[in-house]
T-cell receptor
Framework: GESVGLHLPTLSVQEGDNSIINCAYS??????FIWYKQESGKGPQFIID?????DKRQGQRVTVLLNKTVKHLSLQIAATQPGDSAVYFC????????FGAGTRLAVHP | DSGVTQTPKHLITATGQRVTLRCSPR?????VYWYQQSLDQGLQFLIQ???????AKGNILERFSAQQFPDLHSELNLSSLELGDSALYFC????????????FGQGTRLTVV
């Protein structure tokens, strides 16, 4: 497949390890903060979101943490698998949906 | 399958030309977003429509325009094309209200030669 964002930062992890992807956001008025996953040649896919009045939300193998004090968002993936290899984008929603810079996650066996 | 359909999948055209990209949102979704994704950039927000009305505008060039029709499908028109307009163009749709989930189409790859 084609590469998206050749100059994206890359996080390399070993299969089975936990991954943490970080993001800084800018708009304190955003209602929701979201993580999307984009595999090569595909459109972004929703992973999990968190409302602005929360600081933690868990999904299946994923946890999102929101620190409003420092405007920081993180995505934790437990027991990372090869299928998790993709580009991960954080996004914020204040009516419009604005994406941050992506991070490429590379999972090695 | 996200339920969002974009056509065409690929488009090759010459500089100076005009093209129209089409998006059919998920059934029931009133909001449509358009994004541009170049190789060295992330997803750049272009414009959002809600139930036929423009709701928000991002970094959309004056050469670009969009609209949402009564049946909720949307079109993005790109004119006076330049080499730098070559990119993936994504459409997304969502149910307005709670949550940040939007559903993306597979994108249209535009190549300007």
């Amino acid at each position: 497949g084609e590469s998206v964002g050749l100059h994206l930062p890359t996080l390399s992890v070993q299969e089975g390890d936990n991954s943490i992807i970080n993001c800084a956001y800018s708009n304190s008025a955003s209602d929701y903060f979201i993580w999307y996953k984009q595999e090569s040649g595909k459109g972004p896919q929703f992973i999990i979101d968190i409302r602005s009045n929360m600081d933690k939300r868990q999904g299946q193998r994923v946890t999102v943490l929101l620190n409003k004090t420092v405007k920081h968002l993180s995505l934790q993936i437990a027991a990372t698998q090869p299928g998790d290899s993709a580009v991960y984008f954080c996004a914020e929603k204040d009516n419009k949906l604005i994406f941050g810079a992506g991070t490429r996650l590379a999972v090695h066996p | 399958d996200s339920g969002v359909t974009q056509t065409p999948k690929h488009l090759i055209t010459a500089t100076g030309q005009r093209v129209t990209l089409r998006c059919s949102p998920r059934s029931g979704d009133l909001s449509v977003y358009w994004y541009q994704q170049s190789l060295d950039q992330g997803l750049q927000f272009l414009i959002q429509y809600y139930n036929g009305e423009e709701r928000a505008k991002g970094n959309i060039l004056e050469r670009f325009s969009a609209q949402q029709f009564p049946d909720l499908h949307s079109e993005l028109n790109l004119s006076s094309l330049e080499l730098g307009d070559s990119a993936l163009y994504f459409c997304a749709s969502s149910v307005e209200g709670e949550g940040g989930e939007a559903f993306f189409g597979q994108g249209t790859r535009l190549t300007v030669v």
